[in-house]
């Protein structure tokens, strides 16, 4: 029960802590049971008539003289508590650090793994997973799962041990008040059993609530604006209340379930107590228990049933740490798509890529590119344009890996793009998009993990070629300024150029470029168009753009048009065909008239 094999088998350095944790409580309740026992037996002895003998000599040597039992004196028998209080306590210490050991050897396994599977899968993750989910999960359900290593499972293991152990002992002195007891024991995982079954169905519309609440808050935080401008804040704000209103019924209920099952648990742990003492206070009665024996039973008597009912109040938490495992699991099991035996590119000066006949679907019916043929080569500008939906970011997303082909193949200098390992792929191909991600730190941070090995003039020459260097130099602490979060310090412009210098600078053969200049300021757009032509001379570009004006030069321009390549060649070739390219041109050309004239 609420014990996953395969969480524990993963965990393997954890087990042993959990080992050690479960003899720290064992040897805890062990020091409990001699000390209870010794002062049974001094009341035994001192209700016989034993007395100290205090004529002859000294305190110490009449508690030497003081027998509990044959070999055991009052000295030593104090000696023996003091001692197993130290070990106690002791235990107990180690109880914590074990405890926190094992959890902490957990989280970090668990994460290790959720992230390693992360960069196998790549873009694939999200296959089994949303974004917030990967998140959710590797935060929250790993710290979930830790508790369930650190408290619950040895809680559990030791539940078991401690009434075996008590029943073994309190055998000696009253094996029918033992047998009441170890019958009494079971009750407790039964009715544990019975709660989780309600429990199961309350936690799960609990969980559902929680999460629908997060998505909404966090949608509405992030369109805040919009709503503000539609006017529809006031709506929201309506729905939202209901919404937490609902989370917070939802979350009464799971607490009056935990509280009621924490009464019933203690209604069986204190009904066992007690009739096992009643059998023992019977025996005494009647003259076959002595009055020491029957203070050991009431004392260890709650002894039994304290373990199991702990582990009654922890049984929430392991199911949420199940419910995590079974989350956590999903996404370890997501099959990997592996090359099975990767190939390298040939080394070349040159990387020739070459699309033949593809044909892609996200869906397995929409037909999203159909038979498309081109050839992507230094020397010049390669351009894909088309209108919106066209799948130019989806041809995109075919050459950098990101999707399988469904038919059809992409080579780069030969070799085919499904035999080649993602690794091999990005160390000739790079990617600058609309939402290149600028990180926390400095500007040469974010400028060397395309290239640590970059040596200062390899900086400067990448700023200059993205037009930065002006914009670097200027500021205070130049290269060592530190950029906010996603690149928030700095403008769209600023974040484009230094996406750029990035890729110069990590020296890859082939560039794609998706609309790398959308909603930038006019500046930066003419820049990096000037640095992505100087580029193309010497490597394989790629770039897709809205901004016809801008793929003028281009060596090829091919035309995209639901899906079909239905032109290509240079501008002047395209606009003396007249056709699609042609009325997009003087489409855009209006367009751009219209808003100039306002
Ligand atoms: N992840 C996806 N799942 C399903 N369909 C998708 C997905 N991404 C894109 N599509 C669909 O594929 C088609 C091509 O999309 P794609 O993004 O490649 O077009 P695009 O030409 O780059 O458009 P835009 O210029 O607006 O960026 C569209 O009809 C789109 O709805």
């Given at each position: 029960?609420?014990?996953n094999?395969?969480?524990?088998?993963?965990?393997?350095?954890?087990?042993?802590?959990?080992g050690?944790?479960?003899?720290?409580?064992?040897?805890?309740?062990?020091c409990?049971?001699?000390?209870?026992?010794?002062?049974?037996?001094?009341?035994?002895?001192?209700?016989?008539?034993?007395?100290?003998?205090?004529?002859?000599?000294?305190?110490?040597?009449?508690?030497?003289?003081?027998?509990?039992?044959?070999?055991?004196?009052?000295?030593?028998?104090?000696?023996?508590?003091?001692?197993?209080?130290?070990?106690?306590?002791?235990?107990?210490?180690?109880?914590?650090?074990?405890?926190?050991?094992?959890?902490?050897?957990?989280?970090?396994?668990?994460r290790?793994?959720?992230?390693?599977?992360?960069?196998?899968?790549?873009?694939?993750?999200?296959?089994?997973?949303?974004?917030?989910?990967?998140?959710?999960?590797s935060?929250?359900?790993?710290?979930?799962?830790?508790?369930?290593?650190?408290?619950?499972?040895?809680?559990?293991?030791?539940?078991?041990?401690?009434?075996?152990?008590?029943?073994?002992?309190?055998?000696?002195i009253?094996?029918?008040?033992?047998?009441?007891?170890m019958?009494?024991?079971?009750?407790?995982?039964?009715?544990?059993?019975?709660?989780?079954?309600?429990?199961?169905?309350?936690?799960?519309e609990?969980?559902?609530?929680?999460?629908?609440?997060?998505?909404?808050?966090?949608?509405?935080?992030?369109?805040?604006?919009?709503?503000?401008?539609?006017?529809?804040?006031?709506?929201?704000?309506?729905?939202m209340?209901?919404e937490?209103?609902a989370?917070?019924?939802?979350?009464?209920?799971?607490?009056?379930?935990?509280?009621?099952?924490?009464n019933?648990?203690?209604?069986?742990?204190?009904?066992?107590?007690?009739?096992?003492?009643?059998v023992?206070?019977?025996?005494?009665?009647?003259?076959?228990?002595q009055?020491?024996?029957?203070?050991?039973?009431?004392?260890?008597?709650?002894?039994?049933?304290?373990?199991?009912?702990?582990?009654?109040?922890?049984f929430?938490?392991?199911?949420?740490?199940?419910?995590?495992?079974?989350?956590i699991?999903?996404?370890?099991?997501?099959?990997?798509?592996?090359?099975?035996?990767?190939?390298?590119?040939?080394?070349?000066?040159?990387?020739?890529?070459?699309?033949?006949n593809?044909?892609?679907?996200?869906?397995?019916?929409?037909?999203?590119?159909?038979?498309?043929?081109?050839?992507?080569?230094p020397?010049?500008?390669?351009?894909?344009?088309?209108?919106?939906?066209?799948?130019?970011?989806?041809?995109?997303?075919?050459?950098?890996a990101?999707?399988?082909?469904?038919?059809?193949?992409?080579t780069?200098?030969?070799?085919?793009?499904?035999?080649?390992?993602?690794?091999?792929?990005?160390?000739?191909?790079?990617?600058?998009?609309?939402h290149s991600?600028?990180?926390?730190?400095?500007?040469?941070?974010?400028?060397?993990m395309a290239?640590?090995?970059?040596?200062?003039?390899?900086?400067?020459?990448?700023?200059?070629?993205?037009?930065?260097?002006?914009?670097?130099?200027?500021?205070?602490?130049?290269?060592?300024?530190?950029?906010?979060?996603?690149?928030?310090?700095?403008?769209?412009?600023?974040?484009?150029?230094l996406?750029?210098?990035?890729?110069?600078?990590?020296?890859?053969?082939?560039?794609?470029?998706?609309?790398?200049?959308?909603?930038?300021?006019?500046e930066?757009?003419?820049?990096?168009?000037?640095?992505?032509?100087?580029?193309s001379?010497?490597?394989?570009?790629?770039?897709?753009?809205?901004?016809?004006?801008s793929?003028?030069?281009?060596?090829?321009?091919?035309?995209?048009?639901?899906?079909?390549?239905?032109?290509?060649?240079?501008?002047?070739?395209?606009?003396?065909?007249?056709?699609?390219?042609?009325?997009?041109v003087?489409?855009?050309?209006?367009?751009?008239?219209?808003?100039?004239?306002?």
């Open positions: 029960m609420m014990i094999k395969r969480l524990i088998s993963i965990c393997d350095e954890s087990k042993k802590y959990m050690l944790t479960i003899l720290c409580s064992w040897i805890g309740i062990i409990n049971i001699i000390i209870v026992l010794l002062i049974g037996q001094l009341i035994n002895v001192m209700v016989a008539g034993q007395t100290l003998n205090l004529t002859s000599g000294s305190l110490w040597t009449a508690m030497s003289d003081y027998m509990l039992t044959k070999h055991v004196s009052l000295t030593m028998g104090i000696i023996i508590i003091v001692i197993a209080l130290i070990v106690k306590l002791v235990s107990h210490h180690l109880y914590g650090t074990f405890s926190y050991k094992s959890s902490a050897n957990a989280r970090a396994t668990l290790r793994l959720v992230y390693e599977k992360l960069l196998r899968l790549g873009m694939d993750y999200q296959k089994s997973e949303k974004t917030s989910g990967v998140v959710q999960l935060i929250e359900g790993v710290e979930q799962l830790e508790i369930y290593f650190g408290k619950y499972i040895p809680q559990f293991f030791y539940s078991l041990l401690a009434p075996l152990t008590l029943f073994v002992v309190i055998s000696f009253s094996w029918q008040a033992a047998l009441v007891f019958l009494c024991v079971p009750l407790i995982p039964v009715s544990i059993i019975a709660i989780m079954k309600v429990a199961k169905r309350i936690l799960k609990y969980w559902n609530n929680y999460a629908n609440l997060g998505d909404t808050f966090l949608e509405n935080l992030q369109g805040l604006t919009t709503l503000k401008v539609y006017g529809q804040d006031d709506q929201k704000h309506i729905e209340n209901e937490a209103e989370f917070r019924r939802i979350t009464m209920k799971v607490l009056s379930m935990q509280l009621n099952s924490i019933i648990m203690d209604l069986i742990a204190f009904g066992g107590s007690a009739l096992g003492t009643i023992a206070l019977y025996q005494f009665k009647n003259g076959n228990l009055v020491g024996d029957l203070i050991v039973i009431i004392l260890l008597s709650s002894e039994f049933f304290i373990p199991l009912r702990l582990l009654g109040s922890y929430h938490i392991a199911m949420n740490g199940m419910a995590a495992s079974d989350r699991f999903a996404l370890l099991d997501t099959e990997e798509e592996v090359v099975k035996s990767p190939k390298v590119i040939p080394a070349s000066d040159q990387l020739n890529i070459k699309v033949e593809v044909n892609f679907s996200y869906d397995g019916q929409r037909q999203v590119l159909k038979d498309i043929s081109l050839d992507l080569t020397g010049g500008l390669t351009a894909i344009v088309g209108e919106s939906g066209s799948g130019k970011s989806t041809m995109a997303a075919l050459l950098l990101q999707k399988k082909v469904n038919h059809g193949q992409i780069l200098n030969g070799v085919r793009l499904s035999d080649i390992a993602p690794e091999e792929l990005y160390r000739h191909v790079s990617l600058v998009s609309a991600h600028i990180f926390k730190g400095t500007l040469r941070d974010n400028l060397l290239n640590p090995a970059a040596t200062m003039e390899e900086i400067e020459q990448a700023l200059k070629t993205a037009r930065l260097y002006e914009f670097v130099t200027s500021l205070p602490n130049g290269l060592e300024t530190e950029v906010a979060e996603n690149g928030s310090s700095l403008s769209g412009g600023q974040k484009q150029r996406a750029l210098a990035r890729v110069i600078l990590a020296n890859r053969q082939a560039i794609i470029f998706d609309e790398a200049t959308s909603n930038i300021d006019v930066s757009e003419e820049a990096i168009w000037d640095a992505i032509y100087d580029l001379e010497t490597k394989t570009i790629m770039v897709i753009s809205h901004r016809l004006s793929v003028k030069r281009a060596k090829m321009i091919h035309v995209f048009k639901l899906g079909e390549l239905v032109e290509s060649g240079t501008h002047e070739a395209l606009m003396s065909q007249d056709e699609v390219y042609a009325h997009m003087s489409e855009q050309q209006q367009l751009e008239s219209i808003r100039e004239v306002r």
